[in-house]
């Protein structure tokens, strides 16, 4: 060795690194595994593992979900695309000022799927 010491465990779970997050304000519906029942939300941040929305259902932490975010901000009726995803629900709080539930899940798989344009 150089003479350096390998950090303890705690230290190196203290420099966990995290994925740089984007602030977007995207219209999503998700829904439970096994449900059929989409439900509507707004994304808040989205990065490379995951996404924080919110909405008015509660979810449940460790529950699976399916993801469906739109990435048209403007206007929905003309989708350009959107993330399809599955994700497993890390975090799940209602936020003290709206009373909104908002939930963290951390994506497992995710792909784009553009439109077709009439």
Not at 45 to 61: E, P, Q
Request: aromatic residues 4%; glycine residues 8%; hydrophobic residues 35%.
């Amino acid at each position: 060795m150089n003479g350096e010491m390998a950090p303890t465990c705690v230290e190196a779970a203290t420099k966990v690194r995290r994925a740089e997050r984007f602030q977007l304000c995207l219209s999503m519906k998700y829904r439970a595994g096994g449900e059929r029942k989409w439900r509507e939300g707004q994304v808040q941040n989205i990065s490379s593992s995951g996404v924080l929305f919110c909405s008015g259902v509660a979810t449940v932490k460790d529950a699976r979900l399916h993801l469906s975010i739109d990435l048209s901000r403007e206007n929905p009726a003309t989708r350009h695309g959107r993330i399809i995803a599955i994700g497993k629900v890390v975090r799940s709080y209602r936020h003290s000022d709206t009373g909104q539930s908002m939930t963290a899940v951390h994506m497992t798989s995710a792909r784009i799927v553009r439109s077709v344009m009439n």
